[in-house]
């Protein structure tokens, strides 16, 4: 039963990287444009399906309060500023995404609040996921770190680095969901983002040397790990390939499969820790006929009722 809910808590949040992921990234590129035209194509581009994705964040939340209550109590003490700041940042996009259109004179106000609040998101996603990798400071079940123990520049780099992941996943949709002068620049935002990112992972995979984190010896003592990187080297190929043949369709999917496989890296890393290296998911769990109590409702009907909502591609 515990492993059942590892499983709904690691497809529900892969789901919200990728879903949400290229929403935040299209809300960050919409800060670079100034163009009222693009702008408008920009939104259309996830106005079917910008809230459906972020229902993904609400089912980890929940599978993490009711199946693992010890890990949600030590992440939202540890997190409790930076989840805020993210919640906030959610919310003011979503506001912003409603009420632009609304206004002519104060439009500004709600564009800042759109690209704002997606940058912001992301950031506070990246720091928090650079947070783990590093370790939180736990001691007998208790986050003992303080206000700012997830802030370090370890966590700052990683914040930088979702952000241009994101943005990477925000210019593929692009690519494959617009047209016209919209699309050409997405084409041609993509290998500067692609690189971005290559060298963002090369400065974290250093730093992690340097800092001698104890994610680095899962490396050595795991070398199948390396079939993830080897997964996404293989997807970077494809994405180039499609960018010189421009094929359109290909290029989301690739960047997806990087993901995917950074996900990957990171899921096999941890494990079997929830919190890395301080809680692991047996420590982590509820008891037995909490989790059962929970299948039979959420894990039966509601889980699979999400999955097979029909959601625009």
Not at 255 to 271: E, H, M, N, Q
Request: proline share 5%; aromatic share 16%.
């Amino acid at each position: 039963m515990t492993m059942f809910w590892v499983f709904v808590l690691g497809l529900s949040t892969w789901l919200y990287v990728l879903l949400d992921g290229f929403d935040l990234g299209i809300g960050i590129l919409f800060g670079l444009t100034r163009d009222e035209a693009r702008r408008r194509t920009m939104m259309g581009a996830v106005a079917p399906i910008w809230d459906g994705n972020e229902t993904w964040l609400v089912v980890s939340g929940v599978v993490l309060w009711g199946a693992f209550p010890l890990v949600y109590s030590i992440l939202m003490s540890g997190f409790y500023l930076v989840v805020l700041l993210m919640l906030a940042g959610l919310i003011l996009r979503g506001v912003a995404f409603e009420y632009r259109h609304k206004t002519e004179r104060m439009r500004w106000i709600w564009d800042a609040g759109f690209a704002g609040g997606s940058l912001v998101a992301a950031f506070a996603q990246g720091t928090m996921v650079g947070a783990l990798v590093e370790g939180l400071p736990v001691s007998d079940g208790h986050y003992v770190g303080g206000q700012f123990g997830w802030l370090s520049p370890f966590a700052v780099l990683c914040g930088v680095g979702l952000c241009v992941g994101y943005t990477l996943l925000g210019a593929a949709w692009l690519v494959r969901k617009c047209e016209g002068d919209l699309r050409e620049d997405a084409y041609r935002l993509i290998p500067y983002l692609s690189a971005a990112l290559l060298v963002f992972l090369i400065v974290v995979f250093a730093s992690a040397l340097a800092e001698n984190l104890p994610v680095m010896h899962r490396w050595l003592d795991r070398p199948y790990l390396f079939v993830f990187p080897a997964i996404g080297v293989m997807a970077a190929i494809a994405l180039a390939a499609s960018l010189r043949l421009r094929e359109d369709v290909v290029p989301f999917p690739m960047v997806a499969t990087i993901f995917t496989a950074a996900f990957g890296t990171l899921a096999i890393s941890f494990w079997p820790y929830m919190i890395p290296f301080a809680v692991t998911i047996e420590e982590g769990a509820a008891p037995h006929s909490s989790l059962a109590f929970m299948f039979w409702g959420e894990g039966v009907f509601v889980f699979p009722l999400m999955l097979l909502y029909p959601r625009s591609t």
